[in-house]
């Protein structure tokens, strides 16, 4: 009986389970799933590509004096308008002026005699003749007389700083001594040291060897070296005297500033005695620097006499050629030789006139003077930058409009998007998002430039109309339009996937889920795709969550 009722449960508990399973099916069934999905449309896609960069001007350049010189005039400043060809500022040139006039005074000399060679001689020109040589004679010897002179005083002014340099000298192994005496007369390293270096002072100042431990009393003594050669011209001041003088005090300064310097300092020495030393170390190195000036000055007053002398006697030579050409009368080789002249002097005629331009700068382009440099009385260096300027030309109410270019720099993962002419819509920084600019891609490097280890592609743009409101340096944000596409169909990028290297859309179809592929085309910025084949206009499809 027990076993009978037990049998009875489980057959109950299995129709239980197979009604209550067969309930489920049925009325699950009849409930279709739901699903998030969009409907494939016709639109327009737009692709661009965002960057931001800053403005430069198409043009720029920096201007410099190809030779050094003093400033004379200044003409323009920062933030001036100039136009292509303005002279904005001018070295002082009234020495090549000078040469200028002499060498057009020597080509017209040069053109009047050929003319005489080819007339003939008459009386009033063989006289004239004569006259030119006197004349060349005279300027000849007064510029002679006057390079002497010149000479002298230079001789005579650096004489004056070798005496002065040479007892300045002395009294510095003065104090040398004094410090050395009380501090540094053992023979430790120190001592061994300055005894050797105040003996080279005084063999090259005074001429006396083995005087690395001389008393001042015998430094007073001593009368040899650079300080005779001093003494010797001052008794017998000759060029060549004066010359040795300077040439031995150079090399005998050195020596002693050598020796001050060998002097290190010890928290024994005294503070009147760190500053004599001191003292005498600046006043060293004076007189050494005013012995290498005036050595200076005399090189450069000789090669000046030189120059000037050549060119007298290269006149009175040309004078004489002349005088002697009248006289004997032209022949063919002289008609040829005055022909040479002419040419020679017009040469030199141009090299005055390069040398004259190179004195003054001028602007290439019109444009807008954004550095200036140049100071009047302020010696300029060859090949320093003096002024720079931006491209520009001045409007009808006064406002600069340039010619400006934006450089961004754009990723390889949207350089192959962007090519030359593509259109741009800008903003600038200064002015907010409510005013904008147009642009066009005018060039792209072929090459790249790395910028945090990421290669990215130099690509500059171009203002398509000018505006006085543009400034070098501002920032830009920039919307390139790479591409477009009309009319197409068009899902979110949300609803691709992809699957074998294809791309795949989940398609509704009657209720039911079909799987579409798809061949897509353009990406617009809006996160829109375009569907080339694979979908219809009105398909639904499923949102992928």
Do not use: C
């Not at 005629?349 to 807008?368: E, H, M, Q, R, Y």
């Not at 290669?455 to 920039?478: C, E, H, S, W």
């Amino acid at each position: 009986m027990s076993h009978f009722f037990t049998k009875k449960r489980i057959i109950i508990l299995m129709a239980t389970v197979v009604l209550a399973g067969g309930g489920y099916w049925f009325f699950a069934r009849k409930k279709a799933p739901e699903f998030n999905y969009i409907v494939a449309k016709r639109g327009n896609l737009t692709q661009e590509v965002s960057v931001t960069g800053r403005v430069k001007p198409a043009k720029s350049v920096d201007l410099a004096f190809e030779r050094s010189g003093k400033v004379g005039q200044v003409y323009k400043k920062v933030g001036d308008r100039v136009l292509a060809g303005q002279t904005m500022v001018v070295l002082e040139n009234a020495d090549i002026s000078a040469q200028l006039l002499q060498a057009e005074a020597n080509l017209d000399a040069a053109k009047a005699k050929l003319e005489e060679l080819k007339k003939g001689t008459r009386p009033e020109e063989l006289a004239a003749a004569k006259t030119a040589v006197v004349n060349a004679k005279d300027n000849l010897a007064n510029i002679e007389a006057k390079a002497e002179a010149d000479l002298g005083d230079n001789y005579d002014s650096a004489l004056s700083i070798v005496q002065t340099a040479v007892n300045s000298a002395r009294n510095s192994l003065y104090t040398l001594t004094d410090i050395q005496t009380v501090h540094f007369s053992g023979n430790d390293t120190d001592g061994i040291k300055i005894a050797a270096a105040k003996a080279l002072a005084i063999l090259e100042l005074l001429g006396q060897p083995d005087s690395g431990r001389a008393s001042n009393f015998l430094i007073s003594t001593f009368e040899g070296g650079a300080f005779g050669l001093a003494q010797k011209a001052v008794n017998n001041p000759t060029p060549e005297n004066i010359d040795a003088a300077i040439f031995k005090t150079k090399i005998a300064l050195q020596r002693v500033k050598d020796a001050l310097y060998a002097i290190p300092i010890i928290a024994d020495l005294t503070s009147t005695e760190k500053t004599n030393l001191s003292a005498e170390k600046t006043n060293i190195n004076t007189q050494i620097t005013n012995v290498s000036n005036a050595d200076q000055e005399l090189n450069v007053q000789k090669a000046a006499n030189t120059t000037a002398i050549a060119t007298a006697k290269a006149a009175l030579a040309s004078a004489e050629d002349g005088l002697t050409i009248k006289q004997a009368g032209a022949r063919p080789e002289q008609i040829t030789a005055g022909e040479a002249d002419v040419k020679s002097a017009e040469a030199n005629v141009k090299n005055f006139s390069a040398l004259l331009a190179k004195t003054f700068l001028k602007s290439p382009i019109d444009g807008v003077v954004t550095k200036q440099e140049a100071k009047v009385g302020e010696i300029i260096s060859s090949n320093s930058i003096v002024v720079s300027i931006i491209s520009g030309t001045v409007s009808a109410k006064n406002e600069t409009s340039s010619d400006w270019e934006i450089e961004v720099n754009i990723s390889e993962a949207d350089i192959a998007k962007v090519k030359i002419g593509d259109t741009a819509s800008l903003t600038l920084d200064a002015y907010g998002n409510d005013i904008e600019f147009k642009a066009v891609v005018a060039k792209i490097d072929p090459s790249e430039t790395i910028l945090e280890g990421v290669a990215t592609y130099k690509t500059t743009l171009q203002f398509v109309d000018g505006d006085g409101r543009i400034k070098p340096g501002m920032t830009a944000n920039i919307d390139i339009l790479t591409a477009t596409a009309k009319d197409v169909i068009n899902v979110p990028q949300r609803v691709l996937y992809a699957k074998n290297g294809e791309k795949y859309v989940r398609v509704i179809d009657d209720g039911k889920i079909r799987e579409a592929k798809v061949k897509t085309g353009l990406r617009g910025n809006d996160g829109y795709v375009e569907i080339k084949e694979g979908l219809l206009e009105g398909d639904k499809v499923i949102i992928i969550e």
